[in-house]
């Protein structure tokens, strides 16, 4: 890692809403870590799926599937989405009940080898640009659904004390339900941000 270490996020830290959690979760640090070491790097994109939310897995109620993102916030719900890709949200709310916080994309800064072997590819911008490439770049998958967040581990929330660069706001991308909610939070014109360009100016 280059700078300063960041330190693991503690839950109390978290706020308790998830529209709240998904904004402050821009620019803190997502880290995995595995025998050849770790990768990640700075959250840049997030949505929130609420309680309530039509759009989230949540809406229906409590399944085996989606259990954990009824766990305390700070828990990882990781589900695969058309058999294609890894999802990984944060559990959002109190123990009980389920929202979430799907985290879209970082700007990898550290461990960039290990993650271009991951996706097969060179370009940098690309490792972890949308949902799907960045669970391929950092290995996630539902072994690691309902991991403890707060904790370090195999993979882990947390800050390096750095200022956040100024935060935008749209409608989340690729929803039928639900679609104009503003509840995707962004780094303005950051080029590791996924979606149309239209949405992040």
């Given at each position: 890692?280059?700078?300063?270490a960041p330190?693991?996020?503690?839950?109390?830290?978290?706020?308790?809403?998830?529209?709240?959690?998904?904004?402050?979760?821009?620019?803190?640090?997502?880290?995995r870590?595995?025998?050849?070491?770790?990768?990640?790097?700075?959250?840049?994109?997030?949505?929130?799926?609420?309680?309530?939310?039509?759009?989230?897995?949540?809406?229906r109620g409590?399944?085996?599937?989606?259990?954990?993102?009824?766990?305390?916030?700070?828990?990882a719900?990781?589900?695969?989405?058309y058999?294609?890709s890894?999802?990984?949200?944060?559990?959002?709310?109190?123990?009980?009940?389920?929202?979430g916080?799907?985290i879209?994309a970082?700007?990898?800064?550290f461990?960039?080898?290990?993650?271009k072997r991951?996706r097969?590819?060179?370009?940098?911008r690309?490792l972890?640009?949308?949902?799907?490439?960045l669970?391929q770049?950092?290995?996630?998958?539902?072994?690691?659904?309902?991991l403890?967040?707060?904790?370090?581990?195999?993979l882990?929330l947390?800050?390096?004390?750095?200022?956040t660069?100024?935060v935008?706001?749209?409608?989340?991308?690729?929803?039928?339900?639900?679609?104009?909610?503003?509840?995707?939070?962004?780094?303005r014109?950051n080029?590791?941000?996924?979606?149309?360009?239209?949405?992040?100016?």
């Amino acid at each position: 890692m280059t700078g300063v270490a960041p330190r693991v996020l503690d839950r109390a830290e978290l706020p308790v809403d998830t529209a709240q959690l998904a904004r402050f979760l821009i620019g803190k640090m997502l880290v995995r870590t595995l025998a050849e070491g770790a990768m990640g790097g700075r959250i840049v994109e997030t949505e929130a799926y609420d309680i309530g939310d039509p759009a989230g897995h949540a809406y229906r109620g409590m399944t085996a599937r989606n259990r954990t993102l009824f766990l305390e916030r700070g828990h990882a719900y990781v589900y695969l989405a058309y058999g294609i890709s890894f999802m990984l949200n944060v559990a959002s709310e109190v123990s009980g009940v389920g929202a979430g916080v799907l985290i879209r994309a970082i700007e990898p800064t550290f461990g960039i080898a290990p993650m271009k072997r991951n996706r097969g590819t060179e370009r940098v911008r690309d490792l972890a640009r949308g949902p799907g490439r960045l669970t391929q770049a950092l290995a996630i998958d539902r072994q690691l659904d309902g991991l403890d967040l707060c904790q370090e581990g195999p993979l882990w929330l947390g800050s390096d004390g750095q200022d956040t660069d100024e935060v935008g706001l749209s409608k989340r991308i690729g929803l039928t339900r639900a679609a104009d909610s503003p509840l995707r939070f962004y780094v303005r014109n950051n080029r590791f941000v996924s979606g149309p360009l239209a949405l992040n100016g």
